[in-house]
């Protein structure tokens, strides 16, 4: 039986500049539904403060939980860890630089609660990125939807909300290097 509704896994490599403000921002905007969570943050060898932050708002919310890893291993690892130690009835996957709003968590909730395992979001716009950025991530997804036969929805990046069921499924995967928005989908349940 899991001891928290929901855990919120946060892959952070040097975001000093905006782990207040998405602490602030994400409780904000979850609060109001419930708050039976869980912050999982995943320090992914950051070589600046998020460590000593992560730190401190640790002492202020006994929700922050910190795993900090002794080298750089990447995004995918970083998140694959976080599934590893949540404890909740579903995760929420999310970017630690802001640029996947928090806001938008109450609605993957409410899918939820409807019945949906799995529960993405696709992005309208992408601001803060360079224009390289954008056009190789708009081939990025295209190439691999002719490529794949799975349904992999375009231009969603790892934000969703996944059922522990999902959570189970991707643990019991034995691939080293996972691709997660490609597994996750991989596992058949409903979207
Ligand atoms: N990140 C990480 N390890 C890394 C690089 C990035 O944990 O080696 C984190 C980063 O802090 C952010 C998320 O993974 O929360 C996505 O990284 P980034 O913003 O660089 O990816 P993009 O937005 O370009 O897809
Ligand atoms: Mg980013």
């Avoid at 929901?6 to 904000?28: A, C, M, W």
């Amino acid at each position: 039986m899991s001891t928290v509704r929901y855990s919120i896994i946060l892959p952070v490599f040097n975001e000093q500049d905006n782990l207040l403000k998405l602490h602030q921002r994400l409780t904000g905007a979850i609060d109001s539904i419930t708050t039976d969570y869980e912050m999982i943050f995943i320090d992914d060898c950051s070589n600046d403060n998020s460590y000593e932050i992560l730190k401190a708002l640790n002492e202020q919310d006994l929700r922050v939980k910190i795993i900090k890893f002794t080298k750089n291993c990447g995004h995918q690892i970083a998140i694959t860890c976080g599934l590893d130690f949540a404890e909740g009835d579903a995760a929420i996957i999310m970017d630690a630089d802001l640029q996947d709003p928090p806001e938008v968590i109450p609605k993957f909730i409410e899918k939820h609660e409807q019945g949906y395992e799995i529960v993405y979001a696709i992005r309208e716009k992408r601001e803060g990125e360079t224009f390289f950025k954008k056009v190789t991530a708009f081939f990025f997804y295209r190439i691999m939807k002719v490529f794949t036969n799975i349904e992999m929805p375009l231009d969603a990046g790892d934000f969703r909300l996944i059922d522990r069921k999902v959570i189970d499924s991707l643990k019991s995967m034995q691939e080293r290097n996972k691709f997660l928005r490609g597994l996750i989908v991989w596992t058949g349940y409903s979207q």
